[in-house]
């Protein structure tokens, strides 16, 4: 941190939801060595019951906490989330039905990112803990997402209903429809798929093709 100036740590690992998060604590610490007001940022699910107090025990670095509902985009392995599970079976040519009717809010991993930022800028501006809930206003059950992701995925035309989004903090509100983050995700693990089994494509591949 001192090498490079940090202004900001952000400490994205999974959190214990059964307990109290140590390596939150830890992460905390190693910042205060190097500046007491650098704010530490984290993302917890929106459903999580836990309180502000449980998670600061120490009185400085600044806390910011960002909660989402169910992320999606390029780059998470986790198969077992509905996006996921679904393209990969559809590009290895497997059923894609889900049952699961409950409705969650969907973000994109892009536009959490963003909020995270937002987020790390009014901490370290305030210089003070916040606990903020970011909402795309996208609800979709998973039964909704694995045909959206399907029609997509088939090369049919998204039909984006505008979303119905809360008042956010920071006037944060998602930067793409819910059809064209989809579509990038899906794109995402079309190239993934091909490299990893396949590599990626080296320049003389490619001037040969």
């Keep these: 941190m001192a090498i490079h100036e940090a202004s900001v740590v952000f400490h994205l690992a999974s ?3 059964l307990g109290h998060n140590q390596g939150t604590d ?19 699910p929106a459903g999580q019951l836990r309180l502000m107090a449980d998670e600061e025990p120490l009185p400085a670095p600044p806390l ?3 909660r989402f509902g169910e992320l999606f985009g390029g780059g998470d ?9 679904t393209v990969t079976a559809l590009l290895n040519g497997e059923s894609t039905t889900s049952t699961d009717s409950r409705t969650r809010d969907f973000v994109f991993v892009r536009d959490a990112a ?6 790390a800028e009014a901490v370290g ?15 979709r059950s998973d039964q909704e997402m694995t045909k959206l992701v399907a029609d997509l995925f088939a090369g049919k035309s998204p039909v984006d209903v505008e979303a119905e989004t809360a008042s956010n903090p920071f006037g944060w509100r ?8 989809l579509a990038e995700t899906i794109a995402w693990y079309r190239e993934f798929m091909r ?9 003389a591949h490619r001037r040969v093709a």
């Design 15 to 17: 959190a214990n939801p």
């Design 26 to 44: 830890e992460v905390r610490e190693a910042a205060a060595l190097y500046h007491t007001r650098v704010p530490v940022i984290i993302a917890r």
């Design 64 to 66: 910011g906490t960002a």
């Design 77 to 85: 392995r986790k198969l077992s989330r509905v996006v996921p599970r």
């Design 114 to 119: 963003r909020a995270c930022l937002a987020l």
């Design 125 to 139: 501006t305030r210089g003070e803990s916040l606990d903020c809930v970011f909402r795309s206003g996208c609800e």
């Design 174 to 181: 998602p930067s793409l429809p819910l059809g064209g983050a």
């Design 195 to 203: 490299t990893r089994f396949a590599g990626p494509r080296t320049a």
